[in-house]
């Protein structure tokens, strides 16, 4: 259960409002075809919502301009209404030109003058391109799971023939953003791009967007906190020592997870109130009873809130493992230690106490216990 698929954007887009006055550099105007008249709003992104900096009617001819705040680097929009706005990166010396069909901005619109702006935009097209794809290999699967009635067996056959096209699209998808990325590893836009790169797989890449940004804006707060977060996950990639976690029990006893080395440990970061961690647990009891005798420990760690629930669920599930939570849900300490974007979500830890690998589920946690504990 994922939260906000934009968590790590929505926290790096921090308001940063300029003042009233134009700094005699910057520009930004243009032509909107289709209008004469319509408000136009000039947001900058911001954690919780986007921030108006200033506003401008379209004249009889389409024509605007914004004249009445000074920006600094930064995500933008040009908002005709919540739904038909354009977005924009902008720094302080651009001078820009922004022309679209004002009834479809999204679709329509383009820029001149602002190079990070382009680059924003080339992002964008390679993700959609991507998504496409994606979108008619889902389609092509579900019009054959509608019309045809296969059992179980034959269901799972058909998931893995559609796994390979899958596979071989998000792949290819990811080595183009990868050598984009590579080449523009200080562009500001590029802080959005990275999101689409699970950080696990492609730590190389976000440690160079990292440098090129943190030497380029040394004191920008989401360059800042960017950094942080890098810091966090390089912290936890393979090979690296676990960050310690000492939580309570169910029964209010402080249990460490160091106190497990000496065993194959599996950290298992659920929730009672998700679903999907749920369903996968009937598979996690599976692998225990499996691989307990041979050196194998589970440490449950719960981002649960309400500690009854979290009870009745460990005894719901069948759950005989050590279980620990400080019932503070996402605010939980092991959050940030362990960089987790969504849950279940699982670190396997060999007997040293360093991550040998990361949510692992089903098959593929068996066959690695069964790799690393003959």
């Known amino acids: 259960m994922y939260k906000s698929a934009a968590l790590l954007f929505s926290a790096l887009l921090l308001a940063s409002c300029g003042n009233k006055d134009n700094n005699g550099g910057f520009e930004l105007k243009g032509n909107f075809s289709n209008g004469k008249g319509e408000m136009l709003y000039l947001e900058k992104l911001s954690a919780e919502q986007p921030v108006v900096i200033d506003s401008v009617a379209l004249d009889e001819n389409g024509d605007f301009e914004f004249q009445n705040y000074s920006p600094k680097i930064g995500f933008y929009r040009i908002r005709v209404t919540p739904q038909n706005f354009a977005m924009l990166v902008l720094d302080s010396a651009d001078k820009v030109k922004v022309s679209g069909n004002i009834t479809d901005l999204g679709n329509t619109y383009k820029v001149e003058g602002s190079e990070e702006t382009t680059l924003f935009l080339r992002y964008n097209e390679m993700s959609k391109s991507r998504d496409l794809r994606l979108d008619s290999l889902n389609k092509a699967f579900q019009s054959i799971m509608e019309t045809s009635k296969m ?13 390979a096209p899958y596979n071989a699209i998000v792949n290819s998808a990811n ?10 590893t200080d562009m500001y836009a590029s802080l959005m791009a ?8 492609y730590a190389d890449i976000y440690k160079a967007v990292d440098q090129g940004l943190i030497k380029k804006y040394p004191n920008e707060r989401n360059v800042k906190m960017f950094h942080n977060v890098v810091l966090s996950m390089l912290s936890t990639a393979i ?11 169910p029964e209010g006893k402080e249990l460490a997870l160091s106190s497990l080395k000496g065993k194959v440990v599996l950290i298992d970061f659920w929730a009672s109130w998700c679903g999907p961690c749920r369903k996968e647990m009937p598979n996690v009891v599976k692998a225990y009873a499996k691989f307990k005798n041979m050196g194998f420990e589970i440490f449950g ?26 019932l503070k849900q996402w605010q939980s300490s092991v959050v940030r230690q362990y960089n987790i974007q969504g849950i279940p979500y699982t670190v396997l830890l060999d007997r040293e106490g360093n991550i040998l690998a990361k949510n692992l589920r089903g098959e593929e946690l068996e066959k690695k216990l069964t790799e690393v504990l003959r």
């Open 151 to 163: 059992d179980a067996a034959r269901m799972d056959s058909v998931s893995r023939i559609f796994e």
């Open 175 to 184: 080595e183009e953003m990868i050598d984009k990325l590579k080449k523009n």
């Open 194 to 201: 990275i999101q689409a790169l699970d950080p696990d797989r």
């Open 239 to 249: 090979g690296q020592p676990a960050p310690e976690i000492e939580l309570e029990t």
């Open 301 to 326: 760690v719960s981002l649960d809130q309400d500690k009854a629930r979290w009870i009745e669920a460990i005894q719901k599930d069948g759950i005989t493992w050590p279980q620990v939570s400080d």
